[in-house]
């Protein structure tokens, strides 16, 4: 079977890091040893060695710095850098991928700065057009057990199988701590999801009882969670003890088969066109420039309007091109991207 790239998406604290070092750890005890890469550029340590990771290439503080942002937009920039090497890392990624059981990655706890990224659009597109991909959204089960919080989680799983069209495993974790039965019961069974949000409205101590727009409003939401739920893999599994992980990784098998079938060519459609548009606004801007040569010889542009046009479209291609410049082909990227990294480094070496 096609190695499968498992994507670990969660909310900061939500032990995504932990579930990825229980993993590797599992994998390893049954000698099909994982590949594992980082994307988080902001974490301080990680517990499991990185075959590739976003901190050897970019460095997160520098960018900080250098383009006076704070942690999150910081992240963003540091994620788009690295975009710029997605052929060579996919490159690496596709060898590797033929000799180990699962590509993992690691993405930041701030879910929006990859999912809501362009940069998170196309590390995803590209890993996903190379080998089957499956985004694993973890939760922290202890801290929603409230059906608005339950509520809220859900939603936010919603927009990321929405956002990125791949097949989704919720991963109820900390099982050890708050057992997930819960959860799965309300997945499953409407009624009792909505005997949950009716004794928290009836209960007036309780500040997440709402009003009733809220409640007839948490009633029609949950009505769509429920055509969400139908497409959904959900294992429960505790990433300190390790129960529940062969759940998860037979989870991933099945998932791998509906990429296969249902996701692939959709996929591949959707790139195909996004290449389309790319190339359809290159030719455009191709046409503007050879009108605007054109004007040139002439005496003057017809109106104002046409001339500012021309001079901020001008403006637009030789920022792109200083971007193109810095960035890509690695000039004044002392200190942000690493210059020696190169398509064919062993990354375990270079990389790790
Ligand atoms: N009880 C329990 N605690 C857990 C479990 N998994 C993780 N934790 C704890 O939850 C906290 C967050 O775990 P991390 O793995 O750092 O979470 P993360 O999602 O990677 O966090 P960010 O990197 O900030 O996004 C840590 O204190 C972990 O020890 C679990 O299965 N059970």
Sequence with gaps: MTTPAVVCIGMAGSGKTTFMQRLNSHLHARDTPPYILNLDPAVLNVPFSANIDIRDSVNYKEVMKQYNLGPNGAIITSLNLFATKIDQVLGIVEQRAKSVSHVLIDTPGQIECFVWSASGT???????????????????????????????????????????????????????????????????????????????????????????????????MSLVLEEFYRHLDVVSVSAYTGAGIDDFLEAVDRKVEEFNTDYKAEMERMIRERQKEKEAERQRSLNRLMKDMGLKDQAKPKTKNDQAQTISDAEEEDDEDEFADRFVNGEDAEGILDPDYEEGDDSDEAMS
């Design 122 to 220: 196309i590390l995803l597109d590209a890993l996903a057009s190379a080998i089957p991909t499956v985004i694993a959204y973890i939760v922290d089960t202890p801290r929603t057990t409230s059906p608005a919080t339950f509520m809220s989680n859900m939603l936010y799983a919603c927009s990321i199988l929405y956002k990125t069209k791949l097949p989704l495993i919720i991963v109820f974790n900390k099982t050890d701590a708050a057992d997930a039965s819960f959860a799965t019961e309300w997945m499953t069974d409407f009624e009792s999801f909505q005997a949950a949000l009716k004794d928290l409205d009836d209960d007036e101590n309780n500040p997440e009882g709402g009003s009733g727009y809220m409640n007839s409003l948490m009633n029609s």
